[in-house]
């Protein structure tokens, strides 16, 4: 795992394949209880259940030795909830301690926002996610999220540390390599951030922007992945962040070749896109990963859609091979399944106008 990550130096196919499996849920996964089953816009589904610790352990054996991730959003219920029940949740919510049973294999962590409910208070990251992923601090990768902000980022400064930080001790942006995989963590709180020359703290010309364009020029590493809590476009029941419109534009053009996000409260694949939002073979592909345990919500698919998930918590795993990857959802109660294959984008000289 050491051996894998270092922080930059800057602060800052075609295949694949949907299947639900499983045996019924073994003790300690989950009640068998669960909420309704969502809608697939893919063809391949399969209702039958499998058992996670299975999943993972072929995860681990499929792996070949390359570094595993897994990342999700929105993760640990607020202590005082009436559904915490003790940090074991109910069949709806706070599943937190569900999902961080399914980080064992991973070589690596990204959290990716709204990781305390209902705000970032320090004593609440004790309480709950310290307890479930907070096992997994010493690996994971934070990116900010809204709910972080509402008590101010005290909290979560003093929770994650020097973590959630570029070296040049960025606003919770930064950049760190695995292998030969380049990780971009963006601050999608335009809003709260510095606008420098830009209309906001995600604009051309803010000071994110300009550290963004910066890492990018700087590492022309063939596979790369960016995470924020936000997306830029419509995912789940969020209308997306238009103010991230020209960091989007910027990871196209350095063809950038994985974008993940939570904020939805739900999973969903996308089908890849340019800077624009429209459909391109050689456009950025999407992953909203919303289901890390505090709920899940409902959602209509977006034309952009490819698979989707609002019933069963879990993680997102990327298997980082030499030139491409693996993904495979993970669920708490084995009833969804998302995985396939892809490769990474060819780097060359010529970046896309």
Same mark, same amino acid.
């Given at each position: ?42 063809? @391949? ?113 003093r929770y994650f540390g020097a973590a959630a ?20 963590v963006l601050n999608s709180n335009c809003e ?56 989007w534009t910027d990871l196209y053009r350095a ?45 209509? @698919? ?52």
């Amino acid at each position: 795992m050491g051996r894998w990550v270092r922080l930059a130096a800057t602060p800052f196919v075609a295949a694949f394949l949907l299947a639900g499996m499983a045996l019924s849920p073994l003790p300690g996964w989950g009640a068998p209880s669960r909420p309704a089953s969502s809608p697939l816009s893919s063809p @391949a589904h399969n209702s039958r259940h499998t058992n996670p610790s299975a999943v993972l352990q072929r995860l681990k054996d499929s792996s070949d030795g390359a570094p595993l991730v897994a990342a999700a959003g929105d993760i640990a219920c607020d202590p005082k909830n009436p559904r915490f029940a003790g940090g074991n949740g109910d069949k709806r919510a706070c599943r937190q301690k569900q999902t961080s049973k399914l980080l064992r294999p991973a070589d690596a962590v990204l959290a990716l926002g709204d990781t305390q409910y209902e705000n970032g208070a320090y004593d609440k990251y004790m309480k709950s996610y310290d307890k479930t992923w907070g096992r997994y601090k010493a690996k994971t990768h934070p990116a900010i999220g809204n709910h972080e902000y509402i008590s101010g980022t005290t909290g979560y400064a003093r929770y994650f540390g020097a973590a959630a930080r570029g070296p040049g001790g960025t606003p919770f942006y930064y950049s760190y390599d695995i292998d030969d995989w380049h990780f971009i963590v963006l601050n999608s709180n335009c809003e709260r951030l510095p606008r420098g020359k830009g209309s906001n703290g995600c604009a051309e010309g803010s000071p994110q922007n300009m550290w963004l364009e910066r890492d990018l020029a700087a590492h022309d590493e063939e596979c790369s992945v960016v995470y924020a809590h936000h997306s830029r476009f419509p995912a789940g029941n969020d209308k997306g962040i238009e103010q991230m419109a020209d960091m989007w534009t910027d990871l196209y053009r350095a063809r950038v070749d994985v974008y993940l996000n939570g904020h939805g409260h739900s999973y969903e694949r996308f089908a890849r896109r340019d800077a624009k939002g429209d459909f391109a073979d050689e456009g950025i592909r999407q992953f909203a990963v919303g289901t890390g345990g505090v709920n899940l919500a409902h959602f209509k @698919a977006h034309r952009w859609t490819r698979t989707m998930n609002y019933s069963d918590f879990g993680v997102l795993y990327l298997t980082l091979r030499d030139g491409g990857y693996n993904w495979k959802y993970v669920s708490i109660w084995g009833t969804y399944s998302d995985g396939g294959r892809a490769p990474c984008h060819e780097a060359d000289d010529d970046d896309r106008a």
